[in-house]
């Protein structure tokens, strides 16, 4: 038995149920499971009991969303020694470490991870041809372990035609920063700027102009009017 069965197999035999798949050893043995596929969430075998009739026992399990599956092929084809393996037709031995950084497992963990069913009369699930599936399925799972990620929802084909297509383009290239800032002209002048007043038709740029607008102020310097005083001092500022 190999560490995929093992892992596989653990939490249901941990449900302390020796006499059931006691009976579904029993009937893997004798060649009772007559026949097992695997496709995306479920399993389905058809297991002969001791009486001849034959059962449908069914093993369901969530299969990975799109996303999840995109986020791990990005993973595995980002190692090379990952990605030989598969190709190879070999499952990495850390599996099971890459998918726990996304938050999921390989295998069931808890019965509430799974749902059994079964077309035998008997109440108490699981029942000798769920547990005989179990274990046709666990040795399975040793011939191909690919069929652990075609029970998940990914098949052999598609997941390696990824991987190579994922491997095959090219690498993002760093993206490149920007020029600095040219200083050569940075203490150069602008174009010459002309005085406001030439861009304002008719300004009168006379030193005494505003006198003129100004009401008489009726008030003299000898014999001088202030407006003619102040006219002359505004000419010599």
Known sequence: MSSWSEQFLGMLESLRMPTVFGQGRRHVRAGQVRS???STSVVT???VDDEGTTHRA?????????ADWRRIERALAAEALHAARLLAGDLPEDLDRILAGFGLSLFPTDLSEIALECSCPGWV??????????????????ADPFGILAWRG??????????????A??????????????????????PRLEPPLDQVPGSVRRPDALLEQL?????????FEVADVLSAAYHRL
């Not at 069914?58 to 799109?66: M, N, Q, T």
């Not at 383009?169 to 602008?190: H, I, L, N, R, Y």
């Not at 009401?215 to 014999?223: F, K, N, T």
């Open 45 to 47: 075998g058809l297991v």
């Open 215 to 223: 009401e008489p102020l009726g008030v003299s310097a000898g014999r």
């Open 36 to 38: 097992l596929s695997i």
């Open 58 to 66: 069914r093993i369901g399990v969530r299969a990975y969303s799109a």
């Open 125 to 142: 699930r699981p029942c000798p041809h769920l547990a005989a599936t179990a274990y046709a399925l666990a040795e399975s799972f040793d």
């Open 169 to 190: 383009a090219p690498a993002p290239s760093p993206a490149e920063p920007a020029p600095p800032p040219s200083v050569a002209d940075f203490w150069t002048a602008g």
């Open 154 to 167: 990914r098949g052999r084909t598609e997941l390696l035609d990824n991987l190579r297509e994922l491997r």
